[in-house]
C-alpha cells in the first residue's frame, strides 16, 4: 500500500474562499463545494461543484488547512457539466494554462508553485489531475488567468474561471509525522517538526543544525539557522557556539562581544580588548596595539614607548632642542631646558641669543662698563669689544691695573709714591703722598 492510498484529505470541509463568485440565488455554486468530498455530478445543477463568475481576467480559489501541515498530493477534479470530456465539450478550455500554489498564506506569490500548466492542449488535458508536491503549508490555492495583451495558446478560453467540483490534498494530518500511515516521527531538528512526507528529510532545520535529518551542528565557523551566518573572531579561530554564535572561550585579538563580532573600541586592543592602547598613541591597532595613527607630542617608537631624546622633541620628534646648558637634552613634549640654557642663551627653550650687553649662561652676567666700548662684550665669553678703559685689565676688564701700573692698557709706571704704594690705577696719582725726596700729584718729580 502506498503512502497516496493511506493518507488523509487534508482538505475535506477546511474554509474556502473564491474570488469571483457566481451570482445565482437559484444554484449552490459556493467555494464550500470543492472540499465536500461530492463530485459525481460535476454540472452545474448539480450543487457539487463551486462555479466562478463569468467575463473575469483572473480566477483565484483557496483553502486553508487549518495550519501548516505536510502535503504530498493534490488531486483537482474540473467540471465536466456530465458531458463526454472531448472537443464538443466546452470546459476544458476554461481548465488549461492552470497553477496550484501551496503557501502559508493567502498569498499565492509568497508561497510555493507546485504545479503551471504548459504542456496540456485542449485534446490532451484531463478532467481530473493528480499533482504531487512533497511541500509543507496552510493554503492550497488554485489559480488561472486570462489577461489582457497576452497571447495564449490556441484552444485556451477568452477569460479565466475556477470550476472545481472537488480540490483534495493529500498529507498527514498531524505536525511532525510522515510516512505510511503518517506513524513516523520526523527528525528531532526538523524547523517546526516540518519533514518530507515521504523520505523524513528536513524541510529546514531548526537553528544551529544542518543536514537531511538536522542531525549535524553547524561547523566550518558558521552558525544560526541554516547555518548561514558566520562565526565572529573566536579566541584562536575556535567554532563558535552552532545555535547563537557566541564564542565559547572569548574572543580573538581586535574583538569584543559576545559572538566576538565587535571591533575594539578606541584605547583598547588584543584578546576581548583587555589590553590598553599606550597612553601616548593617538590611537592603536586593536590586534597588535601598533600606534598607527602616530603618537602625541614628545613621544615614539612602534607603541609610543619611547621619550623624544636626541636633542629632538615635539611633534614626531621633529623639532631640535634650543641650547640647553651643556648640551642637555630638552623636554620631550615642549623643548624646554629643563636646567637652564647655556652661554649667550636664554628664554624657555634657550633659543634666544643674549641682548646686547649681557653674556655666560642664561645671559644672566652683564658686560662690564669698564669694556672699551662700554656694556658692549662677546656674549659668550664676556670679552669686551675694543680692550678696557684706562685703568683696566683682564678679558673683561674687571681688574684694576696692579703692580705699578696704570692707564690705558695698564701701559704706565707708577711713580715713586709713599712705601711703594700702587697708585691710582687709572691717572696714576699716589693717593697718601710721596716717597722721600719725590712730590707731583704722580710723585714722578724729584725735589731740588
Known amino acids: 500500500m502506498t503512502l497516496n492510498e493511506t493518507a488523509e484529505n487534508l482538505a475535506f470541509y477546511k474554509p474556502t474562499w473564491q474570488q469571483h463568485p457566481y451570482n445565482a440565488y437559484y444554484w449552490n455554486t459556493k467555494s464550500d463545494n470543492a472540499v465536500d468530498g461530492l463530485f459525481s455530478d460535476r454540472s452545474l445543477n448539480g450543487g457539487q461543484c463551486t462555479i466562478s463568475d463569468n467575463k473575469r481576467q483572473t480566477a483565484t480559489l483557496w483553502v486553508n488547512l487549518g495550519r501548516i ?3 504530498h498530493q493534490i488531486t483537482v477534479y474540473y467540471r465536466t457539466d456530465n458531458l463526454p470530456w472531448d472537443l464538443t465539450n466546452g470546459y476544458p478550455s476554461r481548465f ?19 504545479f503551471k500548466d504548459t504542456i496540456f492542449t485542449i485534446v490532451t488535458i484531463p478532467d481530473n489531475i493528480k499533482i504531487e508536491c512533497v511541500k509543507h503549508g496552510q493554503y492550497v490555492i488554485y489559480y488561472n488567468e486570462r489577461l489582457p495583451r497576452v497571447s495564449y495558446p490556441d484552444g485556451y478560453s477568452q477569460y479565466a474561471f475556477n470550476e472545481l467540483c472537488e480540490l483534495e490534498v ?56 541554516e547555518c548561514k551566518y558566520t562565526c565572529g573572531n ?5 567554532q563558535c557556539n552552532h545555535v547563537n554564535g557566541s564564542c565559547p572561550n572569548g574572543c580573538d585579538v581586535g574583538a569584543q562581544g559576545v559572538s566576538c563580532e565587535e571591533p575594539c ?9 583587555d589590553e590598553e592602547c599606550s597612553s601616548n598613541c593617538k590611537g592603536c591597532n586593536r590586534f597588535n596595539g ?25 611633534h614626531n620628534c621633529n623639532q631640535s632642542c634650543g641650547f640647553c646648558l651643556k648640551s642637555k637634552q ?36 652683564k658686560c662690564s662698563i669698564n669694556c672699551g666700548v662700554p656694556g658692549k662684550c662677546n656674549s659668550v665669553t664676556g670679552q669686551c669689544q675694543g680692550g678696557c678703559q684706562a685703568g683696566w685689565r683682564d678679558t673683561k676688564c674687571d681688574k684694576k691695573c696692579d703692580g705699578g701700573k696704570f692707564g690705558l692698557n695698564c701701559a704706565q709706571s707708577c711713580g715713586r709714591c709713599v712705601r711703594k704704594e ?26 731740588v
Do not use: A
Not at 515521504?198 to 537553528?207: A, E, I
Open 265 to 273: 573600541p578606541v584605547g583598547k586592543h588584543g584578546k576581548n580588548c
Open 330 to 365: 630638552c623636554h620631550h613634549i615642549n623643548g624646554t631646558c629643563l636646567n637652564g640654557c647655556d652661554r649667550s642663551y636664554q628664554g624657555e627653550n634657550c633659543t634666544e641669543e643674549c641682548p646686547d650687553g649681557y653674556f655666560d649662561y642664561g645671559c644672566q652676567d
Open 290 to 314: 601598533v600606534c598607527e595613527f602616530g603618537c602625541y607630542d614628545g613621544w615614539k617608537g612602534t607603541f609610543c614607548e619611547n621619550e623624544c631624546d636626541g636633542l629632538m622633541y615635539g
Open 422 to 447: 700702587q697708585c691710582h690705577h687709572v691717572n696714576g696719582s699716589c693717593l697718601n703722598g710721596c716717597d722721600k725726596g719725590y712730590q707731583g700729584i704722580q710723585c714722578t718729580q724729584g725735589v
Open 96 to 114: 488549461l494554462g492552470f497553477s496550484i500554489y501551496i503557501s502559508n498564506t493567502t498569498n499565492k506569490d509568497e508561497g510555493f508553485l507546485c
Open 69 to 71: 501541515l505536510s502535503i
Open 234 to 238: 573566536c579566541s584562536s579561530g575556535e
Open 170 to 225: 493529500y498529507g498527514c494530518p498531524t505536525t511532525g509525522e510522515y510516512g505510511e500511515n503518517c506513524i513516523l516521527n520526523c527528525p528531532q531538528n526538523c524547523q517546526e517538526g516540518h519533514c518530507n512526507i515521504v523520505d523524513g528529510t528536513c524541510l529546514g532545520c531548526v537553528v544551529g543544525f544542518k543536514g537531511s535529518q538536522c542531525e549535524e551542528e553547524c561547523d566550518n565557523h558558521r552558525f544560526g539557522l
